[in-house]
Every structure is written in C-alpha cells, then in structure tokens.
C-alpha cells in the first residue's frame, strides 16, 4: 500500500473529463460502482494500490494525480456565458478539464517569474459608482490604448498578465470562462471553436466578469453588465459613432473589417448609443437575418493566445524539461500534455535517459 495520501476530488475530476460515469469506470476499471462512489465521497480513504491502478488506466491518468493535495473550485463560482442551455453532463467536463488546466497552469507558475507593469485592475461597480461603460472607458485609459478598435484583446490581457487558454468545450453553446484564483493571474478559458469576431467580444467579457465581478452577484445582472464594458471597451462611443451614423446593412460589413467586430454587435451598438429609434433597430436585425443567414462576410481570424505557449517554451528551452518531465510536472499522460501544450514548433524538447 502506497503512503500518498488519495485525493477523493481528483478521481472525481478525472472521471468528469473523461466524461464517464460512475457505472461505466467501474466497467472500464473492473470493479463495483459502489466502491467509486464510496471512494468519491470519501467513505473510503484509500484504495488499494490494485484498484488505484486499474483506475489509473481506465482513466488514462498516471497514479500521480490522485495523490495531488489541490482542491477542486466549484463551478458556480465561475463566470461563463450561456450555461443555462448546456446539460449537467457537458458542464461537469467543461468544470473538470478547467481545474485540471488549472493546477497545470499553477504549477508550471512556480519556476516562472511573471512580471507585469499594469496589471488587470478590480474595480467594484457599487463602490465606484462607475457604469460598466465608464469602467471600460478607464480600463482603455490606464492601458494606455490607442484611439480606435483594440488591435489584439488577447495581447491586452496577457500583456496585463492575465492567461488565455484555449479550450475545446465541445460545444458552441459557451463561450468562455474566466476567474481569479489565490496566488495565480486572471485565466481566461476561452471556447477555440467559434469565430474570430465572437471571440473577441467574449474574451471582452470575461474581461468584463474579471475587473467588475470580485464579488458573485445576481447572474443576469453580472452577464448584463459584462455585456455592457464589452461593447465599450471595443466599441468606444466617442470612436464609433461616426462610423455608424445612418448605418446600412450592406456598409457594415468594411465596418465590421475595421473595428473586427460582428455586424450583430454593430447594430446593437447603434442602438445602444440612439442612433437609430427601436423601429428602424427592428427592421435592421430583420434586413440582417435575411442577408446574413448563413453568416456574415469579412471574417476575423482567431486571436492567438502566447503567454502559456511562453511558459511551457521556457520549461522546455531554459529548464531542459522532455515531455516526460512535463507529464510528470503535471500528473499528466503524455499524449494529453503534448496535445495541449506543446506547439508544433519552436521548442527543443530534451530526451530524458
């Protein structure tokens, strides 16, 4: 018998990811549901080294993980957009991979000094007394941005020192999940399979949710608000308006191109600022629903993310890490570590003897 001491939350997180149920690990892993269960709720404290190991491989974790001390963060209390249409199967993966990819990110931190000149700010609403627009309106100024659409959102949030990870929810139905965790930057994990232009305004956000929302309140007021700074923060009203005084449906689209922004978001936009009344607002989404309905043209690519590709290249450059040095830094398979982490060039991998 093995003396690490087994972490109940781990097997839990590992079985979500994998998204498999009670029932089918105890079929993969030969033994009864009634012992995964008992072992998740800690009614059992340690397996046998058997049993440990038929999990292990029934998951594809090394035994490793399950002794990890980390503690799970329940999904309530992140912020994440459109949840409400998404099953409790879908969640409870997306839920497990992000407190996986967060204790990677928390321990690939520990040889990683990361300096920021201007970090991402917290500013309460209530305490303030700022609108979600005048947030985003400092937010611009103290990151000194240029007048005019923001060139990268992902630049500006790592450039500030927050993380951007991209993630396959397998679903298009969330867009993004983002929380501050003690002792680590701002993460931000963001949906990799939607458009380039829905990306940006979602990454915005979640950006919103970071610097507004230290305190979880009413959800569709946070989502509201969050809303609210993201169209500010890339939209400014001050920049924009001239662009879409007596907007027409078919010029939206260069503006779109410009700004790298959805024609949807510009016509709400327009309206948001009164610029155009609630019946021509009316007659504008149905003109878009006809011209644009199997979607829009000029499309925006996909902001790439660079700080995490930045850590695991120091580790592997700097440090001399293999990949076997990475799995084993992050209680992790190989295949699921090369496959997240490791690009496909650019990195000098070490052959461990």
Request: aromatic fraction near 8%; charged fraction near 25%; proline fraction near 5%.
């Amino acid at each position: 018998m093995t003396d690490a001491v087994f972490n109940a939350d781990m097997l839990r997180l590992a079985r979500e990811a994998r998204e498999m149920t009670q029932a089918d690990l105890a079929r993969e892993a030969s033994v009864t549901q009634a012992l995964i269960s008992k072992l998740e709720h800690g009614l059992i404290g340690q397996p046998s080294d058997e049993v440990l190991g038929n999990l292990a491989k029934a998951l594809r974790f090394p035994t490793a993980f399950f002794h990890q001390r980390e503690r799970a963060i329940g999904f309530p209390a992140f912020h994440y957009r459109k949840r409400t249409k998404l099953g409790a199967k879908p969640l409870a993966r997306i839920g497990a991979v992000i407190n996986i990819r967060r204790q990677h990110v928390a321990r690939l931190l520990r040889s990683y000094d990361l300096e920021v000149a201007k970090p991402i700010p917290q500013i309460d609403l209530d305490e303030s007394g700022l609108t979600p627009e005048k947030v985003a309106e400092r937010l611009r100024a103290y990151w000194m941005l240029p007048r005019g659409p923001v060139a990268c959102v992902v630049d500006t949030i790592e450039q500030a020192g927050g993380i951007v990870i991209m993630t396959s929810f397998h679903t298009k139905l969330l867009d993004g999940i983002s929380f501050r965790s003690e002792g680590m930057p701002p993460l931000f994990f963001m949906n990799k399979d939607v458009a380039g232009d829905r990306f940006r305004f979602s990454l915005a956000h979640e950006l919103g949710h970071i610097v507004m929302h230290t305190v979880p309140d009413d959800d569709q007021k946070m989502e509201e608000e969050a809303h609210r700074f993201a169209a500010a923060f890339l939209m400014p009203a001050s920049d924009i308006k001239s662009y879409l005084i007596s907007p027409k449906i078919t010029a939206l689209g260069r503006v779109k191109a410009y700004w790298k922004v959805s024609i949807k978001s510009l016509i709400k936009r327009t309206y948001d600022l009164k610029l155009i009344t609630d019946s021509q607002y009316k007659n504008m989404n149905v003109q878009y629903n006809k011209s644009f309905n199997e979607g829009e043209p000029y499309e925006i690519q996909v902001e790439e993310p660079w700080r995490l590709r930045d850590i695991i290249k120091y580790h592997c450059n700097e440090l001399g890490y293999s990949l076997s040095d990475l799995a084993r830094l992050l209680a992790a398979n190989e295949a699921d570590v090369e496959r997240a982490y490791l690009p496909r060039q650019g990195l000098r991998l070490v052959v461990s003897n």
